[in-house]
């Protein structure tokens, strides 16, 4: 098992919740703190590696990033309408380039293709 910490994230956030030792690219770790950065605000993360059986369990896409340890979910309950915006146009230029837009978080994605969703109710 390889822990990831940086500025910003604890450990505890690049690793699968199962509790399988599974962790998160480094790629993923380093980019998360680069846009962080540059956004300047707090950034709280719900999920990012997920394992196949964890990602089953929570009802993730078979094809997720998660299971690659390439994703991540963060919450967006401490952002205003503005950090979002900002958050979405930081995170394509560091490579983001999976986005989908929810109620309460944000998940992105190291994909090579700009793909962008929006599941928001509100
Ligand atoms: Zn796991
Ligand atoms: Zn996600």
Redesign the pocket.
């Known amino acids: 098992m390889l822990g990831y910490r940086t500025k910003n994230f604890a450990e505890i956030d690049f690793h699968c919740k199962c509790n399988c030792g599974e962790v998160a690219k480094l790629e993923l770790v380093n980019t998360l703190q680069e846009v962080r950065e540059a956004l300047g605000a707090p950034l709280y993360v719900n ?1 990012t590696m997920r394992c196949v059986d964890h990602n089953e369990f929570v009802g ?1 896409s078979k094809k ?3 299971i690659r340890g390439l ?3 963060l919450s967006t309950r401490n952002l205003s309408e503005g950090q979002i915006i900002a958050l979405k146009e930081i995170a394509v230029e560091h490579g983001f380039l999976g986005l ?1 837009f929810y109620d309460h ?1 944000i ?3 190291l994909r090579n293709e700009l793909t962008i969703w929006d599941k928001r109710n509100k």
């Open positions: 999920s993730g997720s990033y998660h994703a991540v979910d989908g978080f998940h992105l994605d």
